[in-house]
Each structure stands twice: as C-alpha cells, then as structure tokens.
C-alpha cells in the first residue's frame, strides 16, 4: 500500500507539470485538482510518519 501511494503522488504531479506546461489553456482547472491531490497525498504521508 506504501509503494501505490508514492507512485500516485508522482504520477498526479507529472501529471499536473505535463498539463500545466503542455496544455494549460485546453485542461484548465482539471491541472490544479491533479496538484490539490498530490499534495494532499504527500500530507497524508507526512501524517502517517511513512517516508516517501
């Protein structure tokens, strides 16, 4: 469960840069969501005392 949720976090980062840079004005505020949720994934790690 550790490994899915490092690998989601990244995965919604990548995400956001490659839609952020690639394709801002098309996505819109689906990019933000996709940075809301890795954060608040990173948070709930940062909770929970489990390392990245």
């Known amino acids: 469960m550790r490994d899915?949720?490092?690998?989601?976090i990244v995965l919604l980062i990548i995400g956001w840069l490659v839609?952020?840079?690639?394709f801002g004005d098309a996505v819109g505020s689906l990019?933000?969501?996709?940075?809301?949720l890795?954060?608040?994934g990173i948070l709930y790690r940062?909770?929970?005392?489990?390392k990245l």
């Open 38 to 40: 890795a954060v608040i």
């Open 19 to 22: 839609g952020f840079f690639g």
């Open 31 to 36: 990019i933000h969501i996709l940075l809301v």
């Open 4 to 8: 899915i949720i490092s690998l989601l």
């Open 46 to 50: 940062l909770a929970t005392g489990k």
